[in-house]
């Protein structure tokens, strides 16, 4: 093979995997081999190394991506969901749906259609995510072949689509305007947090045959950060074949109605992070009761704040606490990891603290915003944003350094938050908040 030709499907791979996550098989390597081929002129204008910020893979990756579905596929699961929709609906829910990997549009169209069957299609949102262009674009135009549709009742077909012609039928107005496709990337926009701000926070989340193209590593990193941004007694559905391996994740599997579910484990209130506390002692470092300036215990916290690891996080946050029971920063820090863990109660209470103790930090005032938004206390929230959005420009522009607090705030640096940044998330919270009020 051509040295040149061999580096360049060497190098796509390389890049198909870190940027995807995708692990190469024997169809995918024979796809980067033919794309190198029709595509070879075009590359050698690259040399040796190619540059991946102009070179266009869409093609490449439409082939690689390329899902079969159809609509009403896996009965078992879709009884689930029915059942579970009623029940949230008799709540007065509002409930989001995710579809990661819709393909050409049939998963999220059925959840749809199961939602208009039920009465319920305006109190639902649909999000449906695929990094194809290909098959989004299909999804969009919502014309299928009858090949779309084995197995699923006339009835479906004659109230839900229009006949084009003998092998082609469009999907109703009503459906399509239901559901929201966009184009994503899993391996890395679920991790990135200004495109998740985009979406409201699942309730229930279909993953089905995408995570398995992943390595386990990756696989694992995904399903633990959905785990992350699910809401309470939300839950993952994926598929039978992808089962073993979310077990590994921080995600709670149970068995019902026949199929398997992946449920977020909430910890509701302080009891049961006391519990978890008790069962996890064994795991703690001891050395860091120790620790009299609390600098290694706090390196500890930060860490795990960032690797996500939660629920370890609070164990070593509890230790800060009962050595240093009036620091404003150990119950910010507290409050940001129940945030995180949706438990929106306990957090409010922690948040309250640390602005007791200290109304003068930028970052207490943002945080305690966002927690209220989650308790639909909106108003209240605003108040809080634009108080950190006047207490950063005093820090900015040395305005009322007389207050020693203000002073000597370091939070942003210890939590190695960038503060432009922060600035900038902060403006458009409120300018959000303020757009909200002015549609209602």
Sequence with gaps: MNFFKKSYIDQLSKY????????????????????????????KI?????????????????????NETYFFRDVKQIEYVKKDLVSRIKNNEEVVIWSLGCSSGEEPYTLA???????ILDKVKIFAFDINTKVLEKAKEGIYTKWSFRGVEKYYIDKYFSKKNENSFQISKDISNKVFFKEFNIKKDIFDENVMQKYSKPDIVFCRNILMYFDEKTFIDISNQIEGLLNKNAYVITSA?????????????EFKDG????????????????????ETNQELDKSLFYDNDNTETLNKVI?????KKYEETLIYIEILINKEPHDFFNYLLKAKVLYNLDNIKTAEFNIKKAVFLNSTSPLVHYECGKILIKNNMKDKAKKHFEKANKLIYSIENNNALEDLKLKNDNTLELLKINKSSFITNIRKRIENLELSNAKN
Excluded: A, P
């Design 259 to 278: 199929i398997f579910v992946f449920y977020k484990e909430v910890f509701d209130d302080t009891e049961n992070e006391t519990q978890v506390i008790k």
């Design 113 to 119: 259609i199961l939602c208009s069957e039920l009465g």
């Design 46 to 66: 690259y040399d040796t190394t190619l540059d991946f910020q102009y070179l266009d893979l869409t093609e490449l990756i439409n082939e690689i991506t390329i």
């Design 303 to 307: 860490n795990l704040i960032y690797e």
């Design 241 to 253: 074949q992808e089962n073993y391996i979310l077990k590994k994740s921080k995600l709670k599997q």
């Design 16 to 43: 198909i995997n870190t940027e995807l996550g995708i692990v190469s098989d024997q169809k995918i390597k024979e796809c980067i081999e033919r794309f190198v081929e029709d595509n070879f002129d075009l590359l």
